[in-house]
């Protein structure tokens, strides 16, 4: 497709000049070829592919998009990824610069997690109400499964997300539930899918001088479906993005679909104006 089948606001994306940028678009409004032709048009300007990141919600996503890119671009094409392929990188990057504790990044299979917060479930839970726990015993692992991973979106910790759900005081034990899978966890050099990106952000966030160093690489950021990223997945574009280059959002906060695991559309509408105050701003 060449640059003349574009619509004026397809031009208007492909053509921006550097910036950070917010792209409203709706589902169907073509907003993925404006993206392709603005990545084409970095290129033709110079920028190198490696100095560009294109994030995608998932692994479907990303080999379509890559694939497009290919297509429309002759030469080398930028990295496309999601955000755990990021945080995969982010993690090995960490490890070997000695600022985290290795670990096996291959993810748990869920059978051994479940096992092991069934343990801990058992360990933590109110001795009076074990029976009752037993009789629901999957109902009450995927719950407390759910609680970890939820947990695992935001950087305020446990009883943040325990206060965020608004879980009855009966739950209230989940808390140590966490804790104790957590020690199990780390005790394994074990990670689950969520800590790919958990376990640097949260260290990230301790220590800006570390956070320094992994940032202001990028001439640009791309993050699609920006209405379905979290508070751990915001922060760690913060981090990447460092004190240079732009971003630049795309998403449409009516299709909000992942709210249960942490994703607000206040990301796209409210907080990414303050931290990547818009040059352009499209709807």
Same mark, same amino acid.
């Given at each position: 497709?060449?640059g003349?089948?574009?619509?004026?606001?397809?031009?208007?994306?492909a053509?921006?000049?550097?910036?950070?940028? &917010?792209?409203? =678009?709706?589902?169907?409004?073509? &907003?993925?070829?404006?993206?392709?032709?603005?990545? +084409?048009?970095?290129?033709?300007?110079?920028?190198?592919?490696?100095?560009?990141?294109v994030?995608?919600?998932?692994?479907?996503?990303?080999?379509?998009?890559? @694939?497009?890119?290919?297509? *429309?671009?002759?030469?080398?094409?930028?990295?496309?990824?999601? #955000?755990? %392929?990021?945080?995969?990188? *982010?993690?090995?990057?960490?490890?070997?610069?000695?600022?985290?504790?290795? =670990?096996? *990044?291959?993810?748990?299979?869920? $059978?051994?997690?479940?096992?092991?917060?069934? &343990?801990?479930?058992?360990?933590?839970?109110p001795?009076?109400?074990?029976?009752?726990?037993?009789?629901?015993?999957? $109902?009450?692992?995927?719950?407390?499964?759910?609680?970890?991973?939820?947990?695992?979106?935001?950087? %305020?910790?446990?009883? $943040?997300?325990?206060?965020? *759900? +608004?879980?009855?005081?009966?739950?209230?034990? #989940?808390?140590q539930? #966490?804790?104790?899978?957590?020690?199990?966890? @780390?005790?394994?050099?074990?990670?689950?899918?969520?800590?790919?990106?958990?376990?640097?952000?949260?260290?990230? %966030?301790?220590?800006?001088?570390?956070?320094?160093?992994?940032?202001?690489?990028?001439?640009?950021?791309?993050?699609?479906?920006?209405?379905?990223?979290?508070?751990?997945?915001?922060?760690?574009?913060?981090?990447?993005?460092? +004190?240079?280059g732009?971003?630049?959002?795309?998403?449409?906060?009516?299709?909000?679909?992942?709210?249960?695991?942490?994703?607000?559309?206040?990301?796209?509408?409210? #907080?990414?104006?303050?931290?990547f105050?818009?040059?352009?701003?499209?709807t």
């Amino acid at each position: 497709m060449g640059g003349n089948n574009l619509t004026s606001e397809q031009q208007a994306i492909a053509d921006h000049a550097g910036g950070h940028a &917010k792209i409203i =678009a709706v589902a169907g409004s073509g &907003k993925t070829t404006a993206l392709l032709h603005y990545i +084409k048009s970095r290129l033709d300007a110079g920028i190198a592919p490696e100095r560009l990141l294109v994030l995608m919600y998932n692994r479907s996503a990303r080999e379509d998009f890559d @694939r497009r890119l290919r297509q *429309l671009t002759e030469g080398s094409t930028p990295a496309v990824h999601t #955000f755990h %392929s990021v945080g995969y990188r *982010l993690y090995q990057r960490m490890i070997a610069n000695d600022h985290i504790a290795a =670990a096996n *990044l291959s993810p748990l299979p869920q $059978s051994t997690i479940q096992l092991q917060i069934w &343990k801990a479930i058992e360990e933590c839970a109110p001795t009076h109400e074990l029976e009752e726990i037993r009789a629901r015993k999957q $109902s009450e692992i995927e719950a407390a499964e759910f609680f970890i991973d939820y947990t695992k979106t935001i950087l %305020s910790g446990d009883l $943040s997300a325990f206060q965020e *759900l +608004k879980l009855g005081d009966e739950y209230m034990y #989940f808390l140590q539930v #966490f804790r104790t899978f957590e020690a199990w966890r @780390r005790s394994q050099n074990a990670v689950t899918y969520a800590d790919l990106i958990y376990d640097p952000a949260m260290l990230l %966030s301790m220590d800006e001088e570390i956070a320094e160093q992994y940032g202001s690489y990028y001439e640009d950021i791309l993050v699609d479906e920006y209405q379905d990223i979290n508070e751990i997945q915001h922060f760690l574009l913060r981090v990447l993005y460092g +004190k240079s280059g732009n971003v630049i959002a795309i998403g449409d906060p009516d299709q909000t679909i992942y709210e249960w695991r942490g994703s607000k559309p206040d990301f796209l509408l409210t #907080f990414f104006d303050g931290d990547f105050p818009p040059r352009i701003f499209i709807t």
